[in-house]
C-alpha cells in the first residue's frame, strides 16, 4: 500500500523532513527546489526507505535558504531550531513541546 503525500513516514529522517516542508508551508516541489534538486529527488527523500536520504549539499542549502539545520534531519537535535518553527512543529505533532513552552502544572 502506497503513502499519500501528506502523511509523514515512519522513518525518522524522512518523517522530520515531511514535517519540515510542511511547518514551512511548501509543497514537495517547492522543498525540492528550496533544496537544489528536482521534484522527482526529493519525493523518495521524504517516503524514506532504503538508500532514500538528501545529500548534506541538499541539507545545507536547505539551511541556509530555511534555516532547518541538518542536524535536525539527521539526528533530531534541534538545538538550532528557530522558536517560531519549534512551535509550528509541535502544532503539527512533528515533536514534544520543550519544558520552556510548556504550561506550568
Do not use: C
Not at 17 to 44: D, H, I, W
Not at 48 to 72: C, K, M, T, Y
Amino acid at each position: 500500500m502506497s503513502r499519500r503525500a501528506d502523511t509523514p513516514s515512519e522513518e525518522p529522517q524522512a518523517r522530520r523532513l515531511f514535517f519540515a516542508r510542511k511547518a514551512l508551508g511548501l509543497s514537495q516541489a517547492e522543498m525540492a527546489r528550496e533544496m537544489g534538486v528536482e521534484p522527482q529527488t526529493y519525493n523518495p527523500w521524504e517516503k524514506g526507505g532504503r538508500n532514500r536520504f538528501p545529500s548534506d549539499d541538499a541539507l545545507h542549502r536547505l539551511w541556509v535558504n530555511q534555516h532547518i539545520p541538518p542536524e535536525w534531519i539527521k539526528y533530531d537535535l534541534p538545538g538550532r531550531l528557530s522558536l517560531d518553527l519549534v512551535i509550528k512543529l509541535v502544532a503539527l505533532g512533528a515533536m514534544p513541546a520543550p519544558p520552556e513552552l510548556r504550561s506550568p502544572a
